[in-house]
């Protein structure tokens, strides 16, 4: 059987308490926790462990917070020798996925996911904008539309989660409008509770500086493959992984299209890395046999745990 995929997830899965038994039972991850507070400047294992919830939300808070919790969640599994034959990473997450398959080292990763919460609260707070999810309508009529709109106001399809649920982002005019006329075609959206438009237009002005992070940091090629956020494609070369990072922030996250790409390849074993299970409960929605495919995941020394014993019996 093909090895499994990691999947690391992004903001919307963070938790407090996220990743605090590896931190008590391992050196390594108390480190990984003290360069994180190093190079944030924030004290990321109060943030992770008490929050309160309200400010580790804020995404210049939250990204440095959720990459270090996902990547303690990886060190606990990878010290076990469990090795994927792919990863991938849901916006945020590609940061963390980047490093687990060593196309940035860890330090860099930090820094570039540190600035990139910066930067994109900066503009959350100079463009308000808004996301909404859009269910019970087909994908292909729901992006006609948002396209029609965005002729004349800022708006993406930020996530293409699963063909059963896509996610808008831009405006709060424009978020009004398709919310109106998707309710016209048969189909729901509800507003997400989140602080700035990600993946939309509104992001375009941190495009630029955070492109200048990216590019002083070295990217080799991929140890393990990588389903892209922008192509929706597997990648192993670090210039064209490079390349597509500078413009990450504001362009779709096709995450359901780079998960096909992984099932092609025979992956039935889909493991999250982190907190909440977002990503895994997603899977149901996204594999072509549920029925054959296994999904689940890891947030915890107990969860670990479980696995390998599972591991162990089959």
């Given at each position: 059987m093909t090895a499994p995929c990691?999947?690391?997830?992004?903001?919307?899965?963070?938790?407090?308490?996220?990743?605090?038994t590896f931190y008590d039972e391992s050196k390594e991850v108390k480190d990984l926790f003290a360069e994180?507070?190093?190079?944030?400047?924030?004290?990321?294992?109060?943030?992770?462990?008490?929050?309160?919830?309200?400010?580790?939300?804020?995404?210049?808070?939250l990204q440095p917070a959720m990459t270090t919790a996902v990547l303690a969640c990886y060190y606990g599994i990878r010290d076990f020798d469990v090795?994927?034959?792919?990863?991938?990473?849901?916006?945020?997450g590609e940061y963390a996925a980047l490093a687990a398959a060593e196309v940035i080292d860890v330090s860099d990763c930090l820094k570039l996911v540190t600035a990139r919460g910066r930067l994109m609260q900066e503009?959350?707070?100079?463009?308000?904008?808004?996301?909404?999810?859009?269910?019970?309508?087909?994908?292909?009529?729901?992006?006609?539309?948002?396209?029609?709109?965005?002729?004349?106001?800022?708006?993406?399809?930020?996530?293409?989660?699963?063909?059963?649920?896509l996610v808008?982002?831009?405006?709060?005019?424009?978020?009004?409008?398709?919310?109106?006329?998707?309710?016209?075609?048969?189909?729901?959206?509800?507003?997400?509770?989140?602080?700035?438009?990600?993946?939309?237009?509104?992001?375009?002005?941190a495009v630029e500086p955070l492109a200048e992070v990216i590019e002083q940091v070295e990217f080799n090629n991929a140890k393990i493959p990588i389903a892209l956020n922008v192509t929706g494609s597997i990648e192993s070369d670090g210039a064209t992984i490079k390349k597509r990072m500078k413009d990450q922030m504001y362009s779709s996250v096709r995450w359901y299209q780079g998960i096909h790409e992984i099932w092609k390849k025979g992956v039935?074993?889909?493991?999250?890395?982190?907190?909440?299970?977002?990503?895994?409960?997603?899977?149901?929605?996204?594999?072509?046999?549920?029925?054959?495919?296994?999904?689940?995941?890891?947030?915890?020394?107990?969860?670990?745990?479980?696995?390998?014993?599972?591991?162990?019996?089959?």
């Amino acid at each position: 059987m093909t090895a499994p995929c990691f999947l690391f997830p992004g903001q919307g899965s963070q938790t407090l308490g996220m990743a605090k038994t590896f931190y008590d039972e391992s050196k390594e991850v108390k480190d990984l926790f003290a360069e994180a507070s190093d190079i944030s400047k924030y004290d990321i294992a109060k943030l992770c462990f008490s929050g309160p919830m309200e400010v580790l939300t804020e995404t210049k808070h939250l990204q440095p917070a959720m990459t270090t919790a996902v990547l303690a969640c990886y060190y606990g599994i990878r010290d076990f020798d469990v090795i994927p034959s792919y990863v991938a990473g849901h916006s945020l997450g590609e940061y963390a996925a980047l490093a687990a398959a060593e196309v940035i080292d860890v330090s860099d990763c930090l820094k570039l996911v540190t600035a990139r919460g910066r930067l994109m609260q900066e503009q959350a707070e100079i463009n308000q904008g808004a996301m909404t999810a859009i269910v019970k309508v087909k994908p292909e009529p729901a992006v006609e539309l948002v396209n029609k709109i965005a002729q004349s106001k800022p708006l993406l399809i930020a996530n293409y989660n699963s063909p059963k649920q896509l996610v808008a982002s831009g405006s709060v005019d424009a978020i009004e409008q398709l919310e109106k006329e998707i309710r016209t075609l048969g189909g729901r959206c509800i507003r997400l509770n989140v602080s700035g438009a990600w993946h939309s237009p509104l992001m375009k002005a941190a495009v630029e500086p955070l492109a200048e992070v990216i590019e002083q940091v070295e990217f080799n090629n991929a140890k393990i493959p990588i389903a892209l956020n922008v192509t929706g494609s597997i990648e192993s070369d670090g210039a064209t992984i490079k390349k597509r990072m500078k413009d990450q922030m504001y362009s779709s996250v096709r995450w359901y299209q780079g998960i096909h790409e992984i099932w092609k390849k025979g992956v039935r074993v889909y493991i999250e890395i982190g907190p909440k299970g977002v990503l895994t409960k997603m899977m149901k929605a996204i594999s072509p046999d549920p029925v054959n495919m296994q999904a689940l995941f890891i947030d915890s020394v107990s969860a670990l745990d479980s696995f390998l014993h599972a591991e162990e019996e089959y």
